[in-house]
């Protein structure tokens, strides 16, 4: 089946400094991928929808400058937190559809294994 | 915009049937889906159903939609203790392909 992956899995920065989370589609290519945020026992929230080779539509309430995300390649769209702050701590997912799946019809969402994030 | 409920817990025991129910708000959500995910772990695509059917069916799950009531279900038959997790149903909002997810529900399989 189709693979998501998220580099790196667990990450702790300091209060202050950015840190970059990678999306890659392993073995399908994505024109459109998505970023999401999970608190300790809740919900996935969507922050933003990445696309490739254009500017990110983010979800109402999410800043665009402290959250910075570039889909550069059909196979890889990254998630910078800038200047990270520990509320910013959080289990961040993301997840693509196949192009080849949308293209036959189908609809299958595939997730990354997530990455957690600490900022102390 | 769509909104995605579900019960926050359920507890079977091991071997029994587990049922987790979802309701949706947004009638024009032209797929619905179920994920797992476990303690740590990103989400894992259990299925999907297209609005157009009743029922899919995929070894031991068993995914029901009434779209009248906009109720969705997820069928384990035969539940392992492996099957513990945290269960999500998401709706697709409208013509974009981003999922609108419920509040997950935690299964926990008894021995």
Redesign the interface.
Known sequence: GAVVS?HPSRVICKSGTSVKIECRSLDFQAT?M?WYRQFPK???M?MA?SNEGSKATYEQGVEKDKFLINHASLTLSTLTVTSAHPEDSSFY?C?A?PFRDRAQGG????????S?LTVV | GEDVEQSLFLSVREGDSSVINCTYTDSSS??L?W?KQEP??????LT?I?SNMDMKQDQRLTVLLNKKDKHLSLRIADTQTGDSAIY?CAG?GGS?????????TRLLVRP
């Open positions: 998220q459109t998505f809740q919900s996935l969507l929808t997912i997840s559809h609809n299958t969402i595939y997730f990354g294994e997530g957690w | 032209t797929y889906y994920y740590g772990a990103g989400l894992q695509l999907y297209f999500f697709l974009s392909y981003k999922l609108i997810f419920g509040s997950g």
